[in-house]
T-cell receptor, first 113, second 112 residues
Framework: KAGVTQTPRYLIKTRGQQVTLSCSPI?????VSWYQQTPGQGLQFLFE???????NKGNFPGRFSGRQFSNSRSEMNVSTLELGDSALYLC????????????FGPGTRLTVL | GESVGLHLPTLSVQEGDNSIINCAYS??????FIWYKQESGKGPQFIID?????DKRQGQRVTVLLNKTVKHLSLQIAATQPGDSAVYFC???????????FGGGTRLMVKP
């Protein structure tokens, strides 16, 4: 079956703009989590959604938001982009919210100029 | 494209040797510990997990050891192969599946 897909794969934005990233989980997976990966901070948890509800949120400012649709697809939005938001944004899906085996997508590489 | 830090600790091993990758975790309340492998240009891939009430768990060619006394986790890879070359991350979680906190990662390089 198809893996986790993320679109777009690469994105270039300028400071102050906003961006929306999309994630389609593996078919049947209802839990979707988002992570930010940077060379300096490593992999950091952003938020997790299950059945269209945000269950957990990491330590990120309110500029970072997300949502999940009834088909389990998820989007994350970053408003008022800053240079430090340049990162690889990874989406992971799992069958259940208590499933340790998360399946990651290839990520969206966001560059903020 | 690259997806990990530029100054990761690196472990270099000969093909066929065993590899041991270590990780120190920070939260004594963490209940689950997971190892992920990340190849260049890809997202992390689940390898194995262990719950805090265990000290050892084995998978296919991999073994995870947990020492809660010193908050240390290790991943042993038997008969390391070139395909094992990647960055390995440990992660901890207070509950199954939730809010993973990742370690900094170790780059494993396998020499043929």
């Amino acid at each position: 079956k198809a893996g986790v897909t993320q679109t777009p794969r690469y994105l270039i934005k300028t400071r102050g703009q906003q961006v929306t990233l999309s994630c389609s989980p593996i078919s049947g997976h209802r839990s979707v989590s988002w992570y930010q990966q940077t060379p300096g901070q490593g992999l950091q948890f952003l938020f997790e959604y299950f059945s269209e509800t945000q269950r957990n949120k990491g330590n990120f400012p309110g500029r970072f938001s997300g949502r999940q649709f009834s088909n389990s697809r998820s989007e994350m939005n970053v408003s008022t982009l800053e240079l430090g938001d340049s990162a690889l944004y990874l989406c992971a899906s799992a069958l259940r919210t208590d499933d340790n085996e998360q399946f990651f997508g290839p990520g969206t590489r966001l560059t903020v100029l | 494209g690259e997806s990990v830090g530029l100054h990761l600790p690196t472990l270099s091993v000969q093909e066929g040797d065993n590899s041991i990758i270590n990780c120190a975790y920070s939260n004594s309340a963490s209940d689950y510990f997971i190892w992920y492998k990340q190849e260049s240009g890809k997202g992390p891939q689940f390898i194995i997990d262990i719950r805090s009430n265990m000290d050892k768990r084995q998978g296919q060619r991999v073994t995870v050891l947990l020492n809660k006394t010193v908050k240390h986790l290790s991943l042993q890879i038997a008969a390391t192969q070139p395909g094992d070359s990647a960055v390995y991350f440990c992660a901890e979680s207070p509950n199954a599946g939730n809010m993973l906190t990742f370690g900094g990662g170790t780059r494993l390089m396998v020499k043929p």
